[in-house]
């Protein structure tokens, strides 16, 4: 209460006309969502510029990128599988552009569900924060079962039981967790750091292949485009489509596999509410979102189409490998090249990207439900926050999905995480859907009370509202179709069911909530623009100030720290 008075007193920014609004805004104490300005429930902004911008770029360069882009070659063939993820990428941009828009204007401790809530509907709210808070609680043992399976490369499961990993790799992210958000960014930077390093370095070498550069001196340019061919015809269950029906079908069935590519970019949205000065370093972070789509996802999968034929027996036999080293497309390609020692770097490359990958996945779900009890949708104790910012019971509760991870002390486990797998991609698309129809109503909002996005945003979507129409048109559609394959040939209902299930959860979660609680649309002028802006414009300006202050005391040095900020801190 003591902060909501004092933020009363805070000077208007005279950058910003809408900030007269915000003071003769009445603030409805009893909403759920300023109990997020109280100590106890307040998360710490210590998430830097760097830390903001290496989490973007890390989020979702792993094992979906690394290993997952063999099957879809395999499956597809070159030219499909540059093009299906060339096209979720853009789909994926214009989700990022739509979560920079709203978190810029007003970053929500809450997350996706808070500007659900206060923009289109509290049910969309619940639905897309528990959608989202399942895709994480089944991802995160996944990962950990995933960490498991690469140690396995080297030692056996019949030496050491896949539990001891499982073990050391689920403390080892609890501890990190539970120090604070200041030490999770670090210790993300320089994953992500490696992360990139590690791409680059693979992209180099498959350019290097390309050009005969090898142990083998074998320029294959673009021969594989021409032999067995660009576009695969589709093939699998004993049912073979010819022509471009075929190609058509292959290409839309590797679409799958490109999202789940790219899911958890969208995790910069949830570290709003603990980054410094969001309405700079969000927007840095999003723009760099756009060219590692670019670099990383387009260029790679394009280099790799042409080191690696969809029909060769090494890739085939990868794609029935375990998660390891043995099952990257990179490995065959380096493994044909005859370059030794080097599949073993990149499992332990792989493994340090799943440590990564987990770490995010428990940050990110307890986050989720942190902002889902400050919604008042969950209970009231997984918003409480210890002295160093860190949500405990939250993260606590969710740790103990993590221990489904231990299944895979049974050999047999393994199939029962490739429906996890499954279950996680539907969950993904749900929650880009939501995010790009909770954009539609902002800028309906926006334009009810008079807000000029043009003129008053300090940052815009590019190309919106056409942009979000056509990335939620696409996103609808390929959750409509991710699992068609079941209907080709033989049905499986295991399949079937894990594709979809998360769509009944999600309308279940959404109709619900609304038949209980009778909550109804929030009308565009009516939509809340202006609860804590105040308090941002205040935050912003203090940090401007102290930025300010810095620059002038750093003038004229030129120690470490400036060589670091006018070379490498330029990209961060």
Same mark, same amino acid.
């Given at each position: 209460?003591?902060?909501?008075?004092?933020?009363?007193?805070?000077?208007?920014?005279?950058?910003?006309?809408?900030?007269?609004?915000?003071?003769?805004?009445?603030?409805?104490?009893?909403?759920?969502?300023?109990?997020?300005?109280?100590?106890?429930?307040?998360?710490?902004?210590?998430?830097?510029?760097?830390?903001? $911008?290496?989490?973007?770029?890390?989020?979702?360069?792993?094992?979906?990128?690394?290993?997952?882009?063999?099957?879809?070659? *395999?499956?597809?063939?070159?030219?499909?599988?540059?093009?299906?993820?060339?096209?979720? &990428?853009?789909? @994926?941009? %214009?989700?990022?552009?739509?979560?920079?828009?709203?978190?810029?204007?007003?970053?929500?401790?809450?997350?996706?569900?808070?500007?659900?809530?206060?923009?289109?509907?509290?049910?969309? &709210?619940?639905? @897309?924060?528990?959608?989202?808070? %399942?895709?994480?609680?089944?991802?995160?043992?996944?990962?950990?079962?995933?960490?498991?399976?690469?140690?396995?490369?080297?030692?056996?499961?019949?030496?050491?039981?896949?539990?001891?990993?499982?073990?050391?790799?689920?403390?080892?992210?609890?501890?990190?967790? +539970?120090?604070?958000?200041?030490?999770?960014?670090?210790?993300?930077?320089?994953?992500?750091?490696?992360?990139? @390093?590690? /791409?680059?370095?693979?992209?180099?070498?498959?350019?290097?292949?390309?050009?005969?550069?090898?142990?083998?001196?074998?320029?294959?340019?673009? #021969?594989?485009?021409?032999?067995?061919?660009?576009?695969?015809?589709?093939?699998?269950?004993?049912?073979?489509? $010819?022509?471009?029906?075929?190609?058509?079908?292959?290409?839309?069935?590797?679409? @799958?596999?490109?999202?789940?590519?790219?899911?958890?970019?969208?995790?910069?949205?949830?570290?709003?509410?603990?980054?410094?000065?969001? #309405?700079?370093?969000?927007?840095? *972070?999003?723009?760099?979102?756009?060219?590692?789509?670019? !670099?990383?996802? %387009?260029?790679?999968?394009?280099?790799?189409?042409?080191?690696?034929?969809?029909?060769?027996?090494?890739?085939?036999?990868?794609?029935?490998?375990?998660?390891?080293?043995?099952?990257?497309?990179?490995?065959?390609?380096?493994?044909?090249? #005859?370059?030794?020692?080097?599949?073993? /770097?990149?499992?332990?490359?792989?493994?340090?990207?799943?440590?990564?990958?987990?770490?995010?996945?428990?940050?990110?779900?307890?986050?989720?439900?942190?902002?889902?009890?400050?919604?008042?949708?969950?209970?009231?104790?997984?918003?409480?926050?210890?002295?160093?910012?860190?949500?405990?019971?939250?993260?606590?509760?969710?740790?103990? !999905?993590?221990?489904? *991870?231990?299944?895979?002390?049974?050999?047999?486990?393994?199939?029962?995480?490739?429906?996890?797998?499954?279950?996680?991609?539907?969950?993904?698309?749900?929650?880009? /859907?939501?995010?790009?129809? $909770?954009?539609?109503?902002?800028?309906?909002?926006?334009?009810?009370?008079?807000?000029?996005?043009?003129?008053?945003?300090?940052?815009?979507?590019?190309?919106?509202?056409?942009?979000?129409? !056509?990335?939620?048109? %696409?996103?609808?559609?390929?959750?409509? /179709?991710?699992?068609? $394959?079941?209907?080709?040939?033989?049905?499986?209902?295991?399949?079937?069911?894990?594709?979809?299930?998360?769509?009944?959860?999600?309308? &279940?979660?959404?109709?619900?909530?609304?038949?209980?609680?009778?909550?109804?649309?929030?009308?565009?002028?009516?939509?809340?623009? +202006?609860?804590?802006?105040?308090?941002?414009?205040?935050?912003?300006?203090?940090?401007?100030?102290?930025?300010?202050?810095?620059?002038?005391?750093?003038?004229?040095?030129?120690?470490?720290?400036?060589?670091?900020?006018?070379?490498?801190?330029?990209?961060?």
């Amino acid at each position: 209460m003591k902060d909501l008075e004092k933020s009363a007193s805070y000077p208007t920014s005279e950058r910003d006309a809408l900030s007269i609004r915000t003071q003769e805004y009445n603030l409805d104490l009893s909403r759920s969502t300023p109990v997020a300005i109280s100590d106890s429930h307040r998360l710490k902004k210590d998430l830097k510029a760097r830390h903001i $911008t290496m989490i973007a770029i890390g989020g979702a360069l792993g094992t979906g990128l690394i290993i997952g882009t063999g099957a879809a070659l *395999a499956k597809a063939g070159p030219a499909s599988i540059f093009i299906a993820y060339s096209f979720v &990428g853009f789909i @994926v941009y %214009c989700v990022m552009c739509s979560i920079g828009e709203m978190a810029t204007y007003i970053p929500l401790p809450s997350g996706f569900s808070g500007y659900a809530e206060r923009y289109c509907d509290p049910a969309l &709210g619940f639905g @897309v924060g528990y959608a989202y808070l %399942c895709k994480f609680l089944i991802i995160c043992p996944n990962q950990l079962t995933a960490g498991a399976l690469v140690i396995q490369y080297w030692i056996p499961r019949e030496k050491v039981n896949p539990g001891v990993w499982i073990t050391i790799i689920f403390l080892l992210i609890i501890a990190i967790n +539970f120090f604070g958000v200041k030490f999770f960014g670090e210790f993300e930077f320089w994953l992500s750091s490696f992360k990139i @390093v590690t /791409i680059i370095g693979l992209m180099l070498l498959l350019f290097i292949l390309m050009l005969g550069g090898g142990p083998t001196h074998d320029r294959l340019g673009f #021969r594989y485009w021409k032999d067995p061919g660009a576009f695969k015809e589709y093939s699998g269950d004993g049912v073979h489509i $010819t022509g471009n029906t075929g190609k058509f079908v292959a290409w839309a069935a590797v679409l @799958v596999t490109a999202v789940f590519a790219y899911l958890s970019t969208e995790l910069v949205g949830v570290t709003v509410g603990e980054a410094e000065n969001p #309405r700079r370093n969000v927007p840095r *972070a999003i723009k760099m979102t756009f060219y590692r789509i670019v !670099f990383f996802y %387009c260029i790679s999968v394009l280099l790799l189409g042409c080191c690696v034929a969809y029909d060769d027996p090494e890739l085939l036999s990868a794609n029935k490998a375990s998660t390891s080293a043995s099952a990257s497309p990179f490995v065959v390609a380096i493994a044909n090249a #005859r370059i030794p020692y080097l599949p073993h /770097i990149i499992n332990a490359a792989i493994l340090l990207f799943i440590i990564s990958a987990s770490n995010s996945d428990l940050y990110i779900s307890s986050r989720t439900l942190y902002g889902l009890s400050l919604n008042n949708q969950a209970p009231e104790i997984f918003s409480r926050t210890n002295k160093r910012g860190v949500p405990v019971y939250s993260m606590l509760f969710c740790s103990l !999905f993590c221990a489904l *991870a231990y299944m895979n002390c049974a050999s047999s486990s393994a199939t029962i995480f490739i429906y996890f797998v499954n279950v996680v991609s539907i969950f993904g698309l749900l929650t880009w /859907i939501s995010i790009l129809v $909770t954009h539609i109503f902002f800028m309906r909002a926006l334009k009810a009370q008079g807000i000029d996005r043009h003129r008053d945003l300090v940052y815009r979507a590019p190309f919106a509202p056409y942009s979000t129409y !056509f990335a939620l048109t %696409c996103c609808i559609v390929v959750a409509l /179709i991710k699992n068609f $394959t079941v209907f080709i040939g033989e049905f499986d209902y295991k399949t079937f069911i894990t594709g979809y299930i998360g769509i009944p959860v999600y309308l &279940g979660c959404i109709f619900g909530y609304k038949i209980f609680t009778r909550c109804k649309r929030v009308k565009a002028e009516e939509a809340d623009l +202006f609860t804590f802006k105040d308090i941002v414009d205040a935050e912003e300006e203090e940090f401007l100030q102290k930025q300010a202050e810095y620059k002038l005391d750093r003038a004229g040095k030129r120690d470490l720290e400036w060589y670091y900020e006018n070379s490498i801190g330029l990209l961060f």
